[in-house]
């Protein structure tokens, strides 16, 4: 260890050296000064304290001493940026949102801004299915998934649409969002989601939904849905009669984007189904009975 400090340490060879030519230059002010960094030093070099390498540097900046206080301060910064064990990488994300086997695929397409007026379009898939969520102490509630996949721009996401059962939370609906892409190791992950649009074909300029997003971490959001009456009834009457949902995203990068993801009939057949099983499409009566496609489910990407 000492060794891999002494030769990425500039100078550091030379104060380490034996005292010769540069102990007879020394002033007897910075020979007191080296002689009290070594006795601090050797009472704070095993310090996880960053503040406190920090202060020695500073004090004792002159003798090599700091100079290893410096590789030493390098190597806790770079083990705090490390994300936990438990934390899925980007990579791994990746793979975890692989599309269902079978389903049936729907349009989705990714628009990127570039420098031009055009922009970036890249086409893929959605595949839409009924999700059962359990929780802890609590029914089994029915859910809409959505698998999104653009192979050509190497991004995925996962949306889950679900009815707010959390009091605390002033939202009727809650949508979870995971996304990632394969560049997220080298910053191109998903910084933000600005909002979720409803729109009536694919080219058409889309209304937002009402409600706020809220950031987990990078590529994994919530958006709650307004409670409010109006904002409520608006939101589903969107829902339930647009076929094109736009998700904005912006890139690490600053890059603006937009998924957009088309319902096709099977799309609107999964909003019909768990909206007549919460109660809430229009004159349902009692919902039928149905057999969700992934069970098991905690609501949170796999």
């Known amino acids: ?40 030093w050797e009472a704070v070099k095993n310090t996880k304290n960053t503040a406190l390498l920090e202060s020695f540097i500073k004090r004792y900046g002159t003798t090599f001493f700091a100079e290893i206080a410096k590789a030493r301060l390098d190597e806790l910064k770079a083990v705090a940026a ?46 839409w299915h009924t999700e ?19 192979p050509s721009s190497e991004l995925r996401m996962r949306m889950l649409f679900k009815r707010n059962l959390d009091p605390s939370l002033p939202a009727s609906h809650v949508i979870e969002l995971t996304l990632a892409t394969t560049s997220d190791a080298t910053g191109g992950g998903i910084a933000k989601m600005p909002g979720i649009l409803m729109k009536p074909n694919e ?15 990078d590529g994994i959001f919530l958006f709650g849905l307004s409670s409010a009456v109006a904002d409520r009834e608006r939101n589903l009457k969107q829902l339930l009669e647009r076929p094109w949902i736009d998700v904005a995203i912006v890139y690490t990068y600053r890059q603006r984007a937009i998924v957009a993801i088309s319902k096709g009939e ?14 809430e ?16 489910s905690t609501g949170n990407a796999r």
């Open 1 to 40: 260890m000492l060794g891999l400090v002494f030769t990425s340490c500039p100078g550091a060879a030379l104060a380490a050296s034996p005292e010769g030519s540069q102990q007879s230059a020394e002033t007897p002010g910075s020979a007191a000064l080296r002689s009290e960094a070594a006795e601090v």
């Open 82 to 127: 490390e994300p936990p064990p438990s934390q899925a990488g980007p990579i791994d994300r990746f793979q975890s949102l692989q599309m269902p086997a079978d389903g049936v695929r729907e349009s989705a397409v990714l628009y990127e801004e570039d420098l031009t007026s055009q922009g970036q379009k890249f086409t893929g898939a959605v595949i």
């Open 132 to 150: 059962l969520i359990k929780a802890d102490g609590k029914p089994d509630e029915l859910a809409a998934r959505a698998d999104v996949d653009i």
């Open 203 to 217: 080219q058409a300029r889309g209304t937002p939904l009402a409600g706020a997003a809220v950031k987990v971490t």
């Open 266 to 279: 099977s799309g609107e057949q999964v909003f019909k189904t768990v909206l007549t099983a919460w109660g």
């Open 281 to 296: 499409y229009p004159d349902a009566t009692e919902p039928a009975a149905i057999v969700p496609e992934n069970h098991g």
